[in-house]
C-alpha cells in the first residue's frame, strides 16, 4: 500500500510504525509539513497517518496547512480508507468533523494507563489489545468525540483516548508508535512547563524499560486492524 503520513514538526517521527511498514513492503511518503511540502491528493495514497505537533487544530493563522489537513483528513475517512491520526493528528481528524478543540483539565506527559471502553471492547480497530494497558502520552488539548464517532478508550487525566469515525478511521490521542529515541526527542524539543499529577519527569519516563519493550505489541495491534479492517 502506499501509505502517506503528515509530519507537522521536524522532530516527530514515525516512531516503530516506519520499520513496521516498511517489513511488509509498503511505500512511505512523508509530507513535512513544517517545511512548507504541499499536502499530496486522496489519489497519491491508500493510509493516510497524521502524527503529533506543538499545534493547536485551531490556530490556521500560525499554521496555515492545518485547513488543508482536515480537508484531507474528512476525505480520505469518507472515502473509507485507512486513516490514523496520533495526538494532535487525532484531535485534527476529530475536528475535521466538527468536534471543539479545549485544553485538557491536565497536563498529560509519560506513562499512564489506557482503558477500554465497553464500546472498544467489541470494536474491530481494538482487537487483541488488553482492556487496560500502559502507554505513553505528550499533551495538554483534548476533544469531544465528533457526532456519529464512537469512543473506544479513555485515561484517568483524558477521557477520549481513542476514537472511531466509521470503521477505518482512528484518532488516538497517546503515542503507540513510542521508542527510547523518540521518547528522548520529546523531551529535547517538545518543550512544556510540567505540573501536576500526571506529569512525569525525564527520569521517570525513561527509566520505564517495561514500558518502552511493550509498546510495539500495541502499535502491531493497531496498525494490524487498520490495514485489515
Same mark, same amino acid.
Given at each position: 500500500m502506499r501509505v502517506a503520513w503528515l509530519q507537522a514538526v521536524a522532530f516527530e517521527s514515525l516512531g516503530t510504525i516506519e520499520p513496521w511498514l516498511r517489513h511488509r513492503d509498503h511505500q512511505i511518503r512523508k509530507v513535512a509539513l513544517w517545511d512548507g511540502e504541499a499536502l499530496p491528493s486522496v489519489e497519491e495514497f491508500d493510509v493516510l497517518i497524521a502524527m503529533g505537533g506543538a499545534a493547536v487544530p485551531t490556530d490556521e493563522r500560525h499554521?496555515?496547512?492545518i /485547513? #488543508?489537513?482536515l480537508d484531507l483528513l474528512r476525505s480520505a475517512t469518507v472515502m473509507n480508507m485507512p486513516v490514523l491520526g496520533i495526538c =494532535? #493528528? /487525532?484531535q =485534527? =481528524? /476529530? &475536528?475535521a468533523f466538527g468536534s471543539p478543540i479545549r485544553p485538557n483539565r491536565d497536563l498529560e506527559i509519560g506513562w499512564h494507563a489506557v482503558c477500554q471502553t465497553r464500546e472498544g471492547l467489541v470494536h474491530p480497530l481494538m482487537s487483541d489489545i488488553a482492556p487496560s494497558f500502559m502507554?505513553? &502520552?505528550w499533551h495538554q488539548d483534548t476533544v469531544m468525540p465528533p457526532p456519529g464517532a464512537v469512543t473506544l478508550a479513555s485515561s484517568r487525566a483524558t477521557k477520549i483516548q481513542a476514537f472511531a469515525i466509521g470503521a477505518r478511521a482512528l484518532g488516538v490521542q497517546f503515542h503507540p508508535e513510542i521508542d527510547p529515541a523518540k521518547a528522548t526527542d520529546f523531551s529535547k524539543c517538545a518543550h512544556r512547563e510540567r505540573s501536576g499529577q500526571y506529569a512525569q519527569?525525564?527520569?521517570e519516563l525513561m527509566s520505564a524499560t517495561v514500558n518502552f519493550d511493550n509498546q510495539p505489541a500495541l502499535m502491531d495491534a493497531l496498525m494490524g486492524n487498520l490495514l485489515r479492517v
Open positions: 499554521y496555515p496547512w /485547513a #488543508g489537513q =494532535l #493528528g /487525532a =485534527l =481528524l /476529530a &475536528h502507554t505513553f &502520552h519527569s525525564d527520569q
